[in-house]
């Protein structure tokens, strides 16, 4: 069944969370899985795509969850837990930052995604996923605005990838205490490029990333060919467009 077929179900307001899951469920369209990635925004540590599939009825309302953004690290740890006990199947995909700075972040971003979901134990009927559409999904789906906030199956999926990349920072910040990747995680903060002025990049750093190449020195590992793309405007992916506002924000 396709997206424009879905349009007779009603996705109803006092649904909540679960209201684009009530509906699919309604249609006969389960299981349902729910894909987004930590990490697109950040000048340094990994780019990390998760993937959840919720059980229909009470257990799959899961307490607390919510978009993982809007969690305090403790609720996001709670949440966590309870994601990972109650999900029928769940998956994490990581995407260092030299795979992004050779493929780009829109192409490491999408194939993320298929690789999340095609790694879950349960093949689902349907995706839901955060902003923008993603071709060749096992199943048929739909691109949700602000996902993390209106669907629990992508919200599941935003609090399983932000809780890992998270660990992940505070595990490079044991290795590279001079950037405070603890503080900031990873993303484009006065400290993080006052730190980059100081001690210029380390190999956990995305050196396709501006703010980054303006302080590798001549370091080889800059790729200038997608530093062009940026700055021009002519990447083929959308969010190369917000990467970079992002990083001259900082």
């Known amino acids: ?16 969370l679960w209201a684009y899951e009530h509906a699919l469920e309604r249609a006969g369209l389960t299981p349902i899985a729910g894909a987004d990635e930590a990490g697109r925004g950040a000048c340094a540590g990994p780019l990390v795509i998760a993937a959840a599939v919720l059980p229909n009825g009470r257990r799959g309302h899961v307490p607390g969850l919510a978009d993982s953004k809007l969690l305090t690290a403790a609720a996001r740890d709670r949440v966590y837990d309870e994601v990972v006990r ?4 769940w998956s994490v995909v990581v995407i260092g930052p030299e795979e992004v700075d050779r493929l780009g972040l829109h192409v490491c971003n999408v194939a993320g995604m298929r690789r999340a979901l095609a790694r879950l134990e ?3 009927s349907y995706v839901l996923t955060d902003g923008f559409p993603i071709r060749g ?3 048929p789906g739909l691109a949700v605005w602000k996902g993390d906030r209106v669907s629990a199956t992508v919200a599941a999926a935003s609090v399983l990838a932000k809780v890992t990349r998270d660990r992940i920072m505070a595990g490079l910040h044991e290795r590279f205490p001079a950037y405070d990747f603890l503080g900031h995680k990873g993303y484009v ?3 993080h490029n006052a730190a980059l002025d100081v001690h210029g990049p380390c190999p956990e750093h995305r050196f396709s990333y501006v703010n980054v190449a303006r302080r590798a020195n001549g370091d080889p590992r800059v790729p200038g060919r997608t530093l062009l793309r940026m700055a021009t405007g002519r990447d083929e992916g959308a969010d190369q467009d917000v990467e970079l506002e992002e990083v001259l924000a900082g």
């Open 1 to 16: 069944m396709t997206s424009l077929q879905l349009r007779r179900f009603v996705v109803r307001r006092e649904g909540g």
């Open 86 to 89: 109650r999900a029928v199947c």
């Open 122 to 124: 349960v093949s689902p």
């Open 137 to 139: 999904l096992p199943a």
């Open 189 to 191: 903060t006065p400290v």
